[in-house]
């Protein structure tokens, strides 16, 4: 599966952005899908995760109830909707499938990175 992630810009704090992740695979329904985020000079960090059929969903305690993620596999994309932005919420956001065993938050067990879209906060 080829990933490639879009929507991100300047926005300011207390502002929103939908991220789009689109899948030129077919097997897009099939696989279970995360959302990870990297600041300049830190680790990239899991963010949100859906399974295959978009009705599991995870988050990281960071984003709970500002962030939603959702999928529609007919149009093979996943989507990242940001509410009440932060200017700790600036990073490099990814999308990846997830291939391996382990949790919905276990950076280890994604594949498939797409490229990712700079997200920047202005305070």
């Known amino acids: 599966v080829q990933l490639q992630a879009c929507g991100g810009g300047l926005v300011q704090a207390g502002g929103s952005l939908r991220l789009s992740c689109t899948s030129s695979?077919?097997?897009?329904?099939?696989?279970?899908m995360g959302w990870f985020r990297q600041a300049p000079g830190k680790e990239r960090e899991f963010v949100a995760a859906?399974?295959?059929?978009?009705?599991?969903?995870y988050y990281a305690d960071s984003v709970k109830g500002r962030f939603t993620v959702s999928r529609d596999n007919s149009e093979n994309t996943m989507y990242l909707q940001m509410n009440s932005l932060k200017p700790e919420d600036t990073a490099v956001y990814y999308c990846?499938?997830?291939?391996?065993?382990?949790?919905?938050?276990?950076?280890?067990?994604?594949?498939?990175w797409g490229q990712g879209t700079q997200v920047t906060v202005s305070s």
């Open positions: 990846a499938a997830r291939t391996k065993g382990g949790g919905a938050n276990y950076i280890a067990a994604y594949d498939a």
């Open positions: 695979g077919r097997t897009f329904s099939s696989y279970d």
């Open positions: 859906t399974d295959w059929s978009g009705n599991s969903r």
